[in-house]
């Protein structure tokens, strides 16, 4: 079963990077650089997915207190902070040639600067508290107000950007994008989001391994 | 403008990189921890089971 | 309650003043790093401002449990009959007690060594510091209940709540910011709203989840 998820992880991932490099064309406005977009974009959709899932196990842990939704929230913070990670990076290697700066407080990097930030915190303090239980408990509350704090984030993000610089680059409405970007992007979208679930499997199975080794 | 495959390159170096990185961790973890509980098993067997024959008597050097 | 809020009485004492003193410093070290321009320093003023408001409150509401924790009450706050969102309620009410009590204080500083005319403006900055205090004493005291009994707790706390006090902080700098230029709330109106939205979003998670924080 996992072995079949893998395997399907890897082919979409391979069919993504055929899309991306093979199949999708040079876009006119931003030359190749845009192929970056087939990374980026679905590393936040990854993002957002982990630590919506973050917050539904926290309250299922709760709730039943299952230690399996403890772990499940465990494995989807740690990938979701892998793929915010790995979204300002590349973020910010899209943005030198683009905006010839690595950084700008872009409305999009901020907030997702900021999540990196908040859930990072989230695994500070898994790994601070010695009592497995008592740890469990903290972090699915902290998972709650994390999650609950990403519209606001969201939101006050964009007003503090947009109020005096025209939106970014980035979002250019769906209708502009030809069809063929937007079927490279998808297949992305698929291929990322079969990594999340295989990351996330494997990272549980882990963590129940360890939970085993230290009763 | 610029086409920058330097750039390109860099982004998905990084990302093939830091996944295969993170991949690596969870499948050397799991197998230690998979070595370290089949260890604890047999640790746990060995005494209650003693006539079973699961470890040779000559691999396993007697106390002084 | 009652004995919450005499609880409160005995920190305030212990902290309070340690606070003032702290709010001076910062006011020193804010002049001393940015110089003695006040054309330069106006640009500033209400990151400042929040800025002094959030570093006093790591302080003062990284301490909210300390007195149970060292006097061994936490036990006692654990084993506490009833519902245990009451004890957060309280606790709350003391924060931010404690909190308007440090920003007014922080607020006359800024006035005076600023030279700014606060009088006109007073009402609407007193909306603006009210929302954004709930929402920073909100977190802050659920934040400070689940760091109480953590190792390297005086670390854990800020790095918790900073990040999560991200929005809290820009949107109460953009709507000070417009205050203090004299703008009517009305041109902020979307910023109160985010902030009024926090307040009530923090409270409710904390009233809900505190229970789970203080389980024994």
Redesign the interface.
Known sequence: MRRLLGGATLAGLVAGLVMAFGIAPREATQGNVQRIMYLHVPSVWVAYLAFGVVLVASVVY?VRRDDRADRLAHASAEVGVLFTGLTIATGSIWGKPTWGTWWTWDARLTSVS?LF??Y??YL??RG???DRE?GA??A???G???A??IP??H???I??RTLHQPPSLMKPGPGAMPGIIVAALLVNFAAFTLLYVYFVTRRTVVLGLEAEAEA | MADNWSFVIAAYGLAVVVLAMYWRFLVRRERELDDAGVVRQQLRQAPGVSGHAQTEPGSRSPLP | MVWKDFLVERRSKETLNSLFFFALLLLFVFQFALGPDRERLAGTLPGLLWLGFMLSGLLGLGRTFVVERENDCWEGLLLAPGDKSAIYVGKLAGNLLLMVVIETVLLVLFGFFFNLDLAGILPALAVVIALGTVALAA?GT??AA?TA????REL?FP??L???Q???L??TV?ATEAVLLGEPLGSVA??LK?LA??DV??VA?GVL?FD??L?A
């Not at chain 3, 009994?149 to 390297?152: D, G, K, L, P």
Request: net charge positive; aromatic share 14%.
């Open positions: 709760l900021i930030v908040m990072l915190g500070l303090l601070m508290v010695e008592r408990r903290f699915a509350v902290l709650i107000v994390a609950f704090n606001l984030v939101f006050s993000v007003w503090w | 977190v659920l934040f689940m009994q953590v190792r390297a854990l790095v918790l900073l990040p999560v991200a929005p809290v820009l949107a953009k979307h910023w985010l939205a926090a979003v923090y998670v989840t789970f924080v389980e």
